[in-house]
């Protein structure tokens, strides 16, 4: 079975750039529309964050964003290591367990639980380096930065090693912030801040959830934590 999925997690538009980047609805693009571009460079940045990782994790590889021979056998290699389906492939699970010794240690600078940056990045991308948002295609990469809010660079938002450490800095931001009402009030607006500060403040400030979109949000993080 393979690890089919979006961006970084299809062999689409990795390649010689005669096919491109796979929205989650699995339609590939044409080639001809504006989305070409962006689509194309989302993927390359992406399998380049895999590769970095690669090499981080003692693995021989050029990082060219191409995913080459030599990266597929690496992945093959790690999945075989970490007791995953070896496929070659990084998808829905290759992906958070790249992803996971990273959480782990930058989490442990910081004094709240790491799991809930790992169930943000679990709900925001299921662990694809080159995640576009579909509907918001300013959102990108592990953590789905808005690079268009934030003034951070496409390059950034899809570098793990960026994107994590700067998750946890605004996660400390927002724990420093919600406290003094309880534990759970604190920990449910310090997630809800990474998708909607606003929402997230006024919910501290209510002490209940603004609405259900919000309050689904947080459930969702809440619920991949617990796979940490």
Not at 31 to 40: A, I, R, S, V
Not at 94 to 103: K, M, Q, R, S
Not at 189 to 210: K, L, M, S
Request: charged share 20%; with cysteine.
């Amino acid at each position: 079975m393979t690890e089919n999925g979006r961006g970084a997690f299809t062999k689409v538009g990795k390649d010689n750039g005669q096919s491109f980047y796979t929205f989650k609805k699995q339609l590939p693009q044409d080639g001809l529309t504006p989305e070409k571009g962006f689509n194309y460079e989302a993927v390359n940045l992406g399998v380049k964050s895999i590769e970095n990782r690669l090499v981080q994790l003692g693995y021989s590889i050029k990082v060219d964003g191409v995913f080459g021979p030599k990266v597929e056998a690496a992945i093959r290699d790690f999945q075989s290591r970490n007791g995953i389906t070896v496929s070659g492939q990084v998808g829905y699970n290759t992906g958070p367990a790249l992803w996971h010794d990273v959480i782990k240690g930058v989490g442990a600078s910081y004094p709240f639980p790491a799991s809930i940056a790992w169930g943000i990045m679990k709900q925001e991308s299921a662990g694809d380096p080159g995640a576009v948002g579909y509907l918001t295609p300013g959102d990108r990469g592990l953590y789905q930065y808005n690079t268009l809010v934030h003034e951070i660079d496409y390059a950034q938002a899809h570098d793990f090693d960026w994107a994590t450490e700067a998750v946890f800095v605004r996660l400390n931001q927002a724990w420093k912030k919600y406290m003094g009402h309880g534990p759970e009030l604190r920990t449910n607006c310090t997630i809800a801040q990474h998708n909607a500060p606003a929402f997230a403040d006024e919910w501290f400030q209510n002490g209940v959830p603004p609405n259900d979109t919000i309050q689904n949000y947080v459930s969702k993080v809440q619920g991949f934590a617990l796979t940490y």
